[in-house]
Structures are given as structure tokens and as C-alpha cells.
């Protein structure tokens, strides 16, 4: 478990979207997230990000191919 579930993930996605949005001038942030994981998915679901696509078989961890779900975050204007 060590410095899981702990909120680090979360802070950083915090600071970093404004960060991108505002002071980069970013209009989107985006991300794939291995099928395997659905705690990152929530994370980024949880932090504004929206499932907009998967990758069939499109990672290769040690167990085999698995599929990847892209998600994405829009700035507001």
C-alpha cells in the first residue's frame, strides 16, 4: 500500500490543471489510462477528465495486452 490512497495523486492533478490551463495557456490535458487500473480512472474522473476513447490491446504489461482508455480535460472559457 505504502503512499497509496493517500491524496498525492489528487494534490498534483490539482495544481496542475490550473497551472496548464491558465499560466500555459493550455486548452486541453490529456491521458491514457491502462484498462487494468480503474482506481487512475477514477482519479482523473474525479478531477474533471471525461473517458473519450479506448485503445484496443494498445498496452503491454506483463500478463498480456490490454486496452487503454483515453480521457481528457477541457478548459473552461
Not at 495557456?25 to 487512475?40: N, Y
Amino acid at each position: 500500500q505504502g503512499e497509496r490512497q493517500k491524496g498525492h495523486a489528487t494534490a498534483g492533478l490539482r495544481l496542475l490543471l490550473p497551472y496548464a490551463f491558465e499560466h500555459l495557456g493550455l486548452r486541453q490535458l490529456w491521458a491514457e489510462i491502462p484498462a487494468i487500473h480503474p482506481d487512475s480512472l477514477k482519479l482523473f474522473e474525479h478531477n474533471g477528465f471525461v473517458s473519450c476513447g479506448v485503445f484496443k490491446d494498445w498496452i503491454r504489461p506483463p500478463s498480456g495486452w490490454c486496452d487503454a482508455v483515453c480521457v481528457q480535460a477541457i478548459t473552461k472559457d
